[in-house]
């Protein structure tokens, strides 16, 4: 790039020249019928390369767009971050790859996803979902502009490779309604208990805490007047962490419950904080029980298969 500086020229004349084409293709829409929607396709290179989401100023892009359309295919974005890891890994970076992708991981926000030997099989998380989404609505923050956020459904893959299927498409959706409720119920806090829940919890825990979260929701649902009032953000994340420990349905709808009471008159109200502690316990003897039964039939399973050897 320093050798060679009419590169970083070029690319910069494509983009400008794209969104001179884009401006362009919405007045001539909105000349013809004023109602008609306009907006664009941000393709997936936003997600991998850390230098394209910096040309893409969606700030810029509000005035001319009615929504933007943000590619964030969690399924086949394994397969394709590992391409361009191994592409660029060959060529301008020379470090170790699984550096390369941690280096990536840690310039894009992504949190924990897989190592780069399992990141096709395995593809990205809903997690990664969440952060792309974050980021191009805080930088929609004050415009007009619809966030259509792409999710994976039925994209190709090579063979042998991640493949999109009901429950992982089920997991996004359920994780982005989840947000939204904790959105409601802590507002101006929204950012605060997502970074704290997402950035402590493993990918099973966050997925106990979002079925904890929903049930709270599908609780409020029936109480128009409770489902209006707010939480304190300390204390949903208190019972967002602790009950994430538990995988007894069960005991998700008592957390849900918790969750769902919790929502006050006063946003600063704790008084919920001594169910808090009660069920956790409650959760922790559950889990040493259910770890114990494991480990025992385990045993008795070896035992047996001793006896027939």
């Not at 805490?209 to 929903?214: E, G, R, S, T």
């Not at 962490?241 to 929502?263: I, N, Q, R, V, Y």
Request: one cysteine or more; charged letters at 25%.
């Amino acid at each position: 790039m320093l050798r060679y500086p009419e590169l970083l020229a070029w690319e910069d004349l494509w983009t400008s020249s794209l969104r001179e084409a884009e401006k362009a293709i919405y007045n001539r829409v909105k000349s013809v019928n004023a109602k008609l929607g306009v907006g664009w396709h941000i393709w997936h290179n936003n997600s991998f390369n850390p230098i394209y989401p910096a040309e893409q100023d969606l700030a810029e892009m509000a005035p001319y767009s009615d929504f933007l359309k943000v590619v964030m295919y969690q399924n086949c974005a394994g397969e394709r971050m590992a391409d361009y890891i191994n592409s660029v890994g060959s060529t301008y970076f020379s470090d170790p790859k699984q550096e390369l992708l941690d280096f990536h991981y840690r310039v894009l926000d992504y949190g924990s996803e897989a190592s780069l030997k399992d990141l096709p099989t395995v593809g990205f998380s809903a997690d990664y979902v969440y952060r792309e989404t974050k980021r191009a609505r805080e930088a929609l923050r004050g415009s007009k502009t619809r966030l259509w956020p792409g999710i994976d459904i039925d994209i190709p893959t090579a063979s042998g490779n991640s493949k999109c299927t009901p429950d992982r498409t089920k997991a996004v959706v359920r994780l982005v309604e989840a947000v939204a409720f904790l959105s409601r119920i802590c507002p101006g806090e929204a950012e605060k208990v997502g970074q704290l829940v997402l950035g402590r919890l493993s990918r099973h825990k966050l997925a106990n805490a979002v079925a904890i979260a929903l049930k709270a929701e599908n609780r409020l649902a029936d109480d128009p007047v409770t489902g209006r009032q707010p939480a304190n953000p300390d204390l949903v994340v208190r019972i967002l962490e602790d009950g994430s420990s538990t995988d007894e349905d069960w005991l998700k709808d008592f957390w849900g419950g918790l969750l769902a009471t919790s929502c006050t008159v006063d946003a600063n109200d704790q008084s919920s904080l001594i169910f808090v502690e009660s069920f956790s316990k409650l959760t922790t003897s559950l889990s040493r029980i259910r770890f114990n039964l494991r480990e025992a039939a385990a045993l008795q399973t070896k035992k047996a298969r001793a006896k027939r050897d």
